[in-house]
């Protein structure tokens, strides 16, 4: 089946610790994207991408980083210049980016708490 | 800009009542929209969405929505709820940006 796969589930990350979360795509979209999504505040855009080895920021990409060196998976670098990374963060895909019509397919997300 | 407003922070409804979520956007000229349920812990999953044509869109699960241009509105509607509705629902709108615009979203709680 396709889909968009993130991994892991949860993940905790120390101070001072980068950690990467993971997500991958079988669905040969072209566009993918990074949301953070805290409660109450709906999803926030850090990171986009419109094709291979090309991406732009969000409205909250400081503290974050990606590359998109395979059409298939966009990993998104949570730094320790994140000060607040708790959140529940999403990856979602689309055929294409510039198309007003276009769903975006989402997957299940990654949970990430600081100890 | 483009923006969108979930007036309702959480609603909740007994199983077998009507719904109406609530999702005012803002754009000048005729937006796309969207309505996305999230199950608590999962991604979202889209519902429906609006782009042209009848202004009565139906969806998948028994949902549909109403765009009224009028009211710059596109409220998500069922007639009779289940418990397994109970989820976030968001509504989203493109327009001047090839990026949606999200709501903050409409908590569902459903009493048996």
């Known amino acids: 089946d396709g889909g968009i796969t993130q991994s892991p589930k949860y993940l905790f990350r120390k101070e001072g610790q980068n950690v990467t979360l993971s997500c991958e795509q079988n669905l040969n979209h072209d566009a993918m994207y990074w949301y953070r999504q805290d409660p109450g505040q709906g999803l926030r855009l850090i990171y986009y991408s419109q094709i291979v080895n090309d991406f732009q920021k969000g409205d909250i990409a400081e503290g974050y980083s990606v590359s998109r060196e395979k059409k298939e998976s966009f990993p998104l670098t949570v730094t320790s210049a994140q000060k607040n990374p708790t959140a529940f963060y999403l990856c979602?895909?689309?055929?294409?980016?510039?198309?007003?019509?276009?769903?975006?397919?989402f997957g299940p997300g990654t949970r990430l708490l600081v100890l | 800009a483009q923006s969108v407003t979930q007036p309702d922070i959480h609603i909740t409804v007994s199983e077998g009542a009507s719904l109406e979520l609530r999702c005012n956007y803002s754009?000048?000229?005729?937006?796309?929209l969207f309505w996305y349920v999230q199950s608590p812990g999962q991604g979202l999953q889209l519902l429906l969405k609006y782009f042209s044509g009848d202004t009565l869109v139906q969806g998948i699960k028994g949902f549909e929505a109403e765009f009224k241009r009028s009211q710059s509105s596109f409220n998500l509607r069922k007639p009779s709820v289940h418990w397994s509705d109970a989820a976030e629902y968001f509504c989203a709108v493109r327009g001047g940006s090839y990026i949606p615009t999200f709501g903050r979203g409409t908590s569902l709680i459903v009493h048996p």
């Open positions: 979602a895909s689309s055929v294409l980016w510039d198309s007003l019509q276009e769903t975006q397919y």
């Open positions: 754009y000048g000229a005729t937006p796309y």
